[in-house]
């Protein structure tokens, strides 16, 4: 399987892989600060909520090695304070860049305060390999629960992209589970779904499996419900950016509506997250705040405007499928059915 380096420290900086000009383009961009690691995160050069959370650590080293080349602070937390601030502000809804964030914090008080750049880098890279590690055993985890058929593959559909490019660079989540299936000698088939508007399916998950020699067929997102309806599919397999303490799911615009033909029509549907992404302090999806991102996203492709000028838009990003909707929810933990908030807690202290 590929691995990809979509955040990681370079000679004493991060970079990214710029996801935006995926497939055509590979090319990477250095970042030397907070302020501009945010700005990456913001306009999607990185995307996934793994992800985010891995540059986000980063974004908090890398200003923190800036900093103490003009000297170290008298005040740690104070001087990297706006750092935290504008890292947080990036993006609103994928938890795990706020995770990451109370996961740095308290490095700020280490001792001596000049080992402190280090520590952050150190805390980074741990972040970086743990995430590789959660999604190897999610991989394996709900692999194990995917429907199996003797005489055919299973056929998986998928929406957004939640691959090693929306993680640490391995496996992925949803798509973690997809490889996990394949290193298990199992037979496996996907339907991506595009994901308009940004096209994370089309550019980046079908580019993904292709180049992992994985049987890919690209579908329009509406689409879906119709290859639902013939038996075409027999899994969906998705990602999340927040999952809720009773289990209710974020996941990019359009997965509530394949969550709901997947129930009319009998057909199990995952979510795949680490435990990162789970957010104790929201009770359920009505507390999950929702992105809305520029409305060029929706009057434009490929920068050529196609809506007619003027007219009103809205471009919510995400959207919550309820716990009840869920037939599996998968993390580094295992594989759990149907989530409750009690199933969900028992996650944290079981």
């Known amino acids: 399987m590929n691995q990809f380096d979509v955040a990681i420290w370079v000679d004493g900086h991060l970079r990214m892989l710029d996801q935006r000009v ?3 383009e590979e090319v990477y961009i250095d970042y030397f600060s907070a302020e501009e690691t945010a700005r990456g995160i913001r306009d999607m050069v990185v995307r996934g909520a793994p992800a985010i959370g891995c ?3 980063f974004g908090v080293a890398v200003e923190a090695f800036r900093i103490a080349a003009q000297g170290i602070p ?7 304070a706006p750092g935290f601030t504008v890292l947080e502000q990036s993006r609103p809804t994928a938890v795990n860049l706020r995770w990451s964030l109370e996961r740095m914090r308290p490095l700020l ?14 805390e980074a890279q741990d972040i970086l390999r743990e995430d590789h590690e959660s999604c190897l055993q999610m991989g394996r985890h709900g692999a194990e629960v995917l429907p199996q058929f003797q005489d055919r593959p299973t056929t998986i559909m998928t929406h957004c992209n939640a691959g090693a490019l929306a993680t640490g660079g391995v496996y992925g989540t949803a798509l973690g589970v997809i490889r996990g ?6 037979r496996v088939r996907v339907i991506a779904c595009e994901t308009r508007p940004f096209l994370q399916g089309a550019r980046l998950t079908a580019w993904e499996l292709m180049k992992d020699g994985i049987d890919t067929t690209l579908i329009t997102d509406n689409m879906a419900a119709h290859l639902m309806s013939q038996g075409i599919i027999d899994c969906v397999v998705v990602g999340s950016d927040r999952v809720a303490a009773n289990g209710d799911a974020a996941n990019k615009i359009g997965t509530l509506g394949h969550a709901i033909c ?3 029509f009998g057909i199990p549907f995952m979510v795949a997250a680490p435990l990162s992404t789970v957010d104790m302090k929201a009770p359920d999806g009505s507390h999950i705040p929702i992105e809305e991102r520029p409305i060029s996203e929706v009057t434009h492709i490929g920068g050529k405007q196609i809506a007619s000028p003027n007219v009103a838009v809205r471009n919510p990003a995400f959207d919550v499928t309820p716990a009840d909707l869920i037939t599996w929810f998968v993390s580094e933990k295992g594989a759990m059915a149907q989530p409750t908030t009690e199933k969900m807690r028992s996650l944290f202290h079981g």
Do not use: I, Y
């Open 22 to 24: 995926l497939p055509h």
């Open 55 to 57: 540059a986000t650590a």
């Open 74 to 80: 008298a005040s740690w937390p104070e001087a990297m």
């Open 109 to 122: 008080n280490f001792q001596p305060p000049e080992q402190v750049p280090q520590r952050l880098l150190a």
């Open 181 to 186: 299936a394949v290193d298990a000698g199992r």
């Open 262 to 264: 997947a129930k009319r």
